[in-house]
């Protein structure tokens, strides 16, 4: 039976579930690169795999996640919490779950909405702020107009010990030229935005994960571990799919600066839970990081 990953558009969901406050907090540049190369990544979830359980009641969700064995989510939308910073904070303390990034539209960044962002993302503890999508992205004008947005933002940001970056999907490498976008937008924006490679996006467009970390040192402070099979050999789980994971982590900790994986789980095993399949990704990049 083959598996792929489910095409589910991110900016539909935070629409839906949007605070007009969303996005991965981080420190930033160089340093935080080097801190974060000091230590061993965690391991976080993105809300997003489970997010029809996040849509009926947050708390019990974040419970589970904390009893599996995450040290942090990610968010992608914050449901009851919507503006209620100081409340969520208040439950993830109780459930002992720090917060390793959040998805958030570029909007958010800007203007009036950037303050209003930075509060709430303090109080929750959020350092990494990430795009998770954007249709100027690969426009060959707008693509330079929106590097520069996230430049200043970036800028302003660390200011106040936090940090943006952009989240890809597959289209993100098409190309202008010679050059994808993705790597444009690399070369267009400074070291403080950090590349939110999604692993297994990159893999099912036909790219080398490990070598995109390698280029852009010290810019893959948070990744996503996306599980994706490519030719229909193997199952959407970390470890059983087909994505190099050993490589990619071997690049994370050398050069990336890595400081989260984060599990994102978009395709599912038949007749079993998203909750469960989230289980059983986790339990293989365990295993992988474990040298089995």
């Not at 599980?227 to 190099?244: A, F, L, M």
């Not at 690049?251 to 038949?270: K, N, R």
Request: with cysteine; charged share 25%.
């Amino acid at each position: 039976m083959r598996h792929t990953v489910l095409p589910v558009s991110r900016r539909d969901w935070l629409k839906a579930t949007a605070t007009g406050a969303l996005l991965v907090g981080l420190r930033g540049t160089s340093g935080l690169a080097k801190d974060a190369a000091q230590k061993k990544p965690g391991l976080s979830l993105q809300l997003y795999s489970v997010r029809n359980d996040c849509g009926k009641d947050l708390d019990p969700v974040l419970e589970q996640v904390a009893e599996m064995g995450f040290e942090a989510v990610e968010f992608a939308g914050y449901h009851k919490y919507a503006g209620d910073a100081k409340g969520l904070r208040k439950q993830l303390d109780a459930c002992g779950l720090k917060v390793a990034g959040t998805h958030i539209g570029a909007n958010s960044l800007t203007g009036e909405a950037l303050p209003k962002t930075i509060e709430y993302h303090k109080t929750i503890g959020c350092k990494y702020l990430c795009v998770p999508g954007d249709g100027r992205f690969t426009d060959p004008v707008k693509s330079k107009e929106f590097a520069e947005l996230m430049n200043r933002a970036a800028e302003e940001l660390k200011k106040v010990g936090l940090a943006c970056g952009y989240h890809n999907h597959t289209h993100e490498f098409k190309k202008d030229g010679d050059t994808s976008y993705w790597e444009l937008f690399a070369q267009r924006t400074s070291q403080d935005v950090v590349l939110q490679q999604d692993v297994g996006w990159t893999v099912a467009a036909g790219q080398d994960p490990v070598a995109l970390i390698r280029k852009y040192p010290g810019r893959s402070q948070i990744i996503h571990c996306k599980p994706t099979v490519v030719g229909g050999q193997g199952r959407p789980i970390v470890g059983e799919d087909s994505v190099p994971w050993a490589e990619i982590f071997k690049a994370c900790v050398e050069v990336g600066g890595t400081e989260w994986y984060t599990i994102e789980q978009e395709a599912y095993l038949s007749g079993v839970s998203p909750m469960e399949c989230v289980k059983l990704s986790l339990a293989g990049i365990k295993k992988i990081l474990a040298g089995g």
